[in-house]
């Protein structure tokens, strides 16, 4: 039996297509995908930049639904709605025996190593599924993978009641970020962008903007921390420019924390990170507790994923999809209604 699928074709080229509804193994649910988003990482793929995304492939690693089917025993049922956590690791390397499974040494994600949620099903490990609680929805749900990473990259941050938080990027990572630290308690957040767009939802979010095209962000963020920078920098745009402002933005002895993934490696003046004992952090996906706690977060109301969703469309029009995610100023978060 076929199902519906939006590709990754090659460079820049995706489109809906037929491929195989995926036979169950031992231990899996099928899954019938409600909501799908577009992340970072499947634009990665789509520029065809993606080290281990082989096409033809479903992307879509956030994504929600409904059990359709299970193979194996198991406390699930049915017809139960789920979020999936997109990480398969080895359980066998020596992250995964310390517990720290989602920096396992050969981690996989559903939606790049295999098929994922842009399709009408999805074969998921039971140990992948949270439950979604009643009262939130499908939508809402499929934005509990990037929540989580902001949960995990506040987490990894030594933030304290009342810091003043800087974060460099407001796309969707970056204002999912910024929210979590002012729920953590940060005293201000000011986020720096090149998009007026996202820098009007960060202003609608609680969140100080500072639009880079207009202003010197370093000078405007010393301005407004008393001249001595913020107790954190989260780096989430990923490029030289914001490398370097990471370390003129942070306070003597404060912390930066490297949430992007960047592209080409930038040059970093460790001298500079010396003269005032600054400490570098990195972050990578989250534990399944963190992604416990993101649900918690989204059912509570304490984050609202709402604003941040700019766009539902279908399969077929993937294509449109991934062309208004190339925009940042019309674009936060794409989500696909399989
Ligand atoms: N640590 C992890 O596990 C993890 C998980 C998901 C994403 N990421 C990475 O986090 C980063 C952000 O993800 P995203 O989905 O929000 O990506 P994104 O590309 O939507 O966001 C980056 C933002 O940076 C902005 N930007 C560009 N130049 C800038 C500048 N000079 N100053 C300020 N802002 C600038 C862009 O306009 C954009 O809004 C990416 O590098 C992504 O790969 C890491
Ligand atoms: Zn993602
Ligand atoms: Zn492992």
Redesign the pocket.
């Known amino acids: 039996m076929t199902m519906k699928a939006g590709l990754y074709i090659s460079e820049k080229k995706v489109m809906a297509g037929q491929i195989e509804v995926p036979d169950l193994q031992p231990g899996e649910a099928l899954i019938k995908v409600a909501f799908a988003g577009i992340?970072?990482?499947d634009?990665?793929i789509y520029a065809g930049k993606h080290p281990r995304a082989k096409a033809p492939l479903a992307m879509g690693h956030e994504f929600s639904g409904r059990i359709e089917r299970l193979q194996g025993d198991s406390d699930w049922a049915v017809g139960d709605r789920v979020v999936i956590e997109p990480t398969l690791s080895c359980g066998k390397c020596e992250a995964c025996l310390a517990g720290a499974s989602h920096v396992c040494k050969t981690l996989k994600l559903i939606g790049i190593d295999k098929d994922g949620g842009f399709a009408e099903y999805v074969a998921v490990p039971f140990d992948r599924l949270h439950r979604i609680p009643e009262g939130l929805s499908d939508a809402h749900a499929a934005l509990a993978e990037?929540v989580a990473?902001a949960v995990?990259?506040v987490r990894r941050s030594n933030l304290k009641v009342g810091d003043h938080v800087v974060v460099?990027?407001?796309?969707?990572?970056?204002?999912?970020t910024g929210m979590i630290a002012k729920q953590a308690g940060a005293g201000q957040v000011l986020i720096?962008?090149?998009?007026s767009y996202?820098l009007a939802k960060a202003e609608q979010l609680g969140l100080t903007a500072l639009n880079?095209k207009e202003v010197n962000?370093t000078e405007e963020i010393l301005k407004r921390t008393g001249g001595n920078g913020a107790e954190v920098v989260f780096e989430?745009?990923?490029?030289q420019?914001?490398a370097k402002?990471m370390i003129e933005t942070v306070k003597t002895q404060g912390q930066i924390v490297?949430?992007?993934?960047?592209?080409q490696a930038p040059a970093i003046d460790l001298a500079a990170m010396h003269y005032r004992e600054i400490s570098l952090t990195?972050?990578?996906?989250?534990s399944k507790s963190d992604f416990a706690k993101a649900i918690n977060l989204l059912h509570s109301g304490a984050i609202d994923v709402a604003p941040l969703i700019s766009h539902e469309l279908q399969l077929e029009q993937i294509e449109e999809g991934f062309h208004l995610?190339e925009n940042?100023d019309v674009s936060?978060k794409v989500l696909f209604h399989p």
Request: net charge positive.
């Open positions: 992340c970072g990482t634009m990665m990037p990473i995990h990259t460099l990027g407001a796309g969707p990572i970056g204002l999912l720096s962008d090149i998009s996202r880079a962000v989430v745009a990923g490029n420019i914001t402002q490297v949430v992007s993934v960047f592209k990195t972050t990578r996906c989250c995610m940042p936060i």
